[in-house]
């Protein structure tokens, strides 16, 4: 790839940023590369990360979601309190299995309503959000969980290897669930790129009814993308619970919000049509980076809120201005063309 | 270009707003949900009031929860310790509405009093006034300086509180070395008034004890951020040896990353606590200790307060007060206000006395 490509290129941006952003906390505190620091990060990156492969899907096909926090919140409750109840002592992939079922349906109704509504993705998904709360509150009546079922228990002790750091003598453990998201990072970066499905993806968010004349079939694409979100969301809600050691109701509040701005904050258009996986990982790297070093970088809490905005903000205006940038261009083409044919 | 940001823009504000509304919003599809959860816990039911005795409901924050359940006990007990008819009800989830709900019917109902824990104190205001005007005696709890009611029941004040905290603070730090106080949200007026009274009481008492420059951590009420928030700070400070939570996620929380990071044994996180959560962490000893307050015993303390009313002894009720409940043998009262002292430490050998 040559320079002038990489240049036009968000990801290169974002990358700029994140390098930046990790000296300056190396600086401040000396203690941004320390191998358990990183670690860390990478840890705190495995939930949002797996959500925010399968939400770049859903955004780059022109609809949004959601819901995706409340159907990991579901899936989270069902499967633990199943799980209690039934005594259940086998293998936890069962678990996972169950939540990624249970997930995808959740992602279906979504997808199906969608389709056939054709209502805006923003309102459906408001709607069924507040319908899995409702029935992991009413149905479940879950808020809290602090005892895991052993096979649970047992993967949350579990760590593939353990880095301790040299001088301060911190040491932090990999979660097998690490697999996970490299796994679904790989898978969505594949359908995206290398398959027809993936094409059309693109396609619909693009431009829906040339996607159509085209001949994708753009109500089985909605579908899918939404029944992958679920997917991914109910598997993310069962790693939480590894990673935490128990359930509580509260764990994934805000997320919708900090995922969509990290898929953005990566370069996928909110409109549809563009974004790759590699710039959505970075987006949700920058967003960590920046929600779980504001101490390292000597921020007050008062100020914690205001930093991260003004963050987002800046991420996010340099890849639309970037994007204003190049319509601009384009219009003008037009606007040439056109007078030309008048003149004609 | 510019319609495709002005849809950015209306996308994130309706999500914004909407979902504020949204947690909201889940309660309407379960009123028969609600209906489950209203249970009565006097041994005869509500026909029992036809013996002469009073009716007295007590009104609780959330049915599902442990805390409230615990709540639920004392009231079964006084039921059968007076004969009197108790029961308590409560939304089917934290939700003010279905609370003021819960409220409006049992008005409508031949109740003498009411034993309010109110979701959010304002929003019940005019509910209650309501039940004042047609004569039912009201108590709250847990709403300090509440006005709408013949008397509001803290379990304790919240300096002494704060104060308490410190101490065990201290205790398990050995009077020496950096700590840090984690807060649910700076606004949150009650861990705001613990924190500082705490804060106050270390500069006094423990000179040797020092705040680290960031103070007050946030953790939003969530378990896995006050973790997160814990271990940045232990990157930042390796020589931090205390952690003193206000929110009952705070402990377990900072007692977590403790753990992960291997310093177990050498920082300590003490502060408002329940055994089932912070349970694996007292085990551990990352939480020396925990501190609360038994639901079972102020929502005793507040049915007695309620009969004494009813009685007409309400001039009897002064600083001073034994109610002969654990923790409320002298009440402290300040006009419609008053404080118990019971607070209440739990620790790994108490721990499985308390179930909630």
């Known amino acids: ?344 | 270009m510019k319609k495709r940001l002005l849809s950015i823009l209306l996308c994130t504000a309706m999500v914004a707003t909407t979902l504020a509304g949204c947690s909201g919003s889940g309660g309407s599809a379960e009123t028969s949900a609600e209906a489950n959860a209203e249970t009565d816990a006097s041994g005869g039911g509500e026909e029992a009031a036809s013996d002469g005795g009073y009716t007295i409901a007590t009104v609780v924050k959330d049915m599902s929860d442990p805390w409230n359940l615990r709540h639920e006990e004392g009231v079964k007990e006084f039921a059968e310790e007076t004969g009197l008819n108790c029961f308590v009800k409560g939304p089917s989830k934290t939700d003010s509405a279905e609370q003021i709900q819960v409220i409006e019917n049992l008005i409508e109902q031949d109740i003498d009093a009411l034993c309010v824990t109110p979701i959010d104190p304002e929003a019940c205001k005019p509910v209650l006034a309501k039940a004042r005007e047609k004569g039912i005696v009201v108590l709250t709890h847990e709403a300090e300086g509440f006005d709408e009611c013949d008397f509001d029941l803290e379990a304790f004040n919240n300096q002494e509180y704060g104060e308490a905290m410190m101490d065990e603070l201290a205790a398990a730090m050995g009077e020496e070395g950096k700590y840090v106080t984690m807060v649910a949200f700076l606004s949150s007026t009650s861990h705001n008034q613990w924190m500082d009274a705490a804060v106050a009481h270390q500069k006094e008492a423990y000179p040797n004890m020092e705040l680290i420059p960031e103070e007050r951590i946030e953790c939003e009420d969530n378990m896995d951020t006050a973790y997160n928030k814990a271990k940045e700070i232990i990157k930042k400070y390796p020589d931090i040896k205390g952690f003193l939570g206000a929110s009952s996620y705070d402990p377990p929380g900072a007692a977590k990353a403790i753990d992960e990071l291997g310093m177990t044994g050498q920082i300590y996180a003490v502060g408002t606590g329940v055994p089932s959560v912070s349970g694996p962490y007292l085990e551990s000893g990352s939480n020396p200790c925990v501190l609360c307050w038994d639901p079972a015993l102020s929502g005793k303390a507040m049915l007695k307060l309620a009969v004494m009313i009813l009685d007409g002894e309400k001039d009897q009720i002064k600083t001073g007060l034994d109610l002969g409940i654990e923790g409320y043998e002298n009440l402290n009262v300040n006009g419609t206000n008053i404080s118990g002292n019971a607070i209440l430490v739990i620790d790994k050998d108490n721990m499985a006395d308390y179930q909630f």
């Open chain 1, 1 to 344: 790839m040559d320079i002038k490509k990489i240049l036009k290129r968000n990801e290169f941006y974002v990358s700029i940023i994140i390098v930046a952003l990790a000296l300056l906390i190396q600086i401040k505190s000396g203690q941004f590369f320390t191998s358990n620091n990183i670690m860390d990060l990478v840890r705190s990156l495995i939930v949002p990360g797996m959500m925010a492969a399968g939400l770049f899907m859903v955004i780059a096909s022109g609809n949004i979601d959601v819901s995706f926090p409340y159907t990991a919140m579901l899936c989270m409750f069902g499967i633990t309190k199943l799980f209690q109840v039934i005594d259940y002592q086998g293998p936890v992939v069962l678990g996972f299995l169950l939540a990624a079922v249970i997930g995808a349906f959740l992602g279906l109704i979504n997808g199906v309503l969608a389709a056939w509504l054709k209502l805006p993705t923003l309102i459906i998904t408001l709607g069924t959000c507040a319908i899995y709360l409702g029935f992991t509150q009413g149905v479940l009546k879950s808020s809290v969980i602090s005892v895991l079922p052993d096979p649970l228990a047992d993967m949350a002790a579990h760590t593939l290897f353990t880095v301790r750091s040299a001088t301060t003598g911190l040491g932090s453990s990999m979660p097998i669930s690490i697999v996970m998201l490299i796994g679904t990072l790989l898978v969505v970066g594949f359908i995206m790129k290398y398959t027809m499905l993936g094409r059309g993806i693109y396609a619909v968010g693009g431009d829906p009814v040339a996607a159509e004349r085209v001949g994708f079939n753009v109500s089985a694409i909605r579908i899918f993308v939404f029944t992958f979100m679920g997917l991914i969301g109910g598997v993310t809600g069962l790693t939480q619970v590894t990673l935490s050691g128990m359930c509580q109701i509260n764990f994934f509040d805000g997320y919708e919000m900090t995922i969509i701005a990290a898929v953005v904050l990566g370069g996928a258009s909110i409109a549809g049509g563009s974004g790759t996986v590699f710039g959505t990982f970075l987006g949700v790297l920058l967003m960590k980076l920046i929600s779980n070093n504001l101490i390292l970088l000597g921020i007050p809490t008062n100020w914690s809120k205001l930093m991260t905005g003004v963050l987002i903000i800046a991420g996010v205006s340099a890849s639309a201005y970037k994007a204003v940038l190049s319509e601009k261009r384009v219009s003008g083409n037009i606007l040439k063309t056109g007078e030309k044919e008048a003149k004609q």
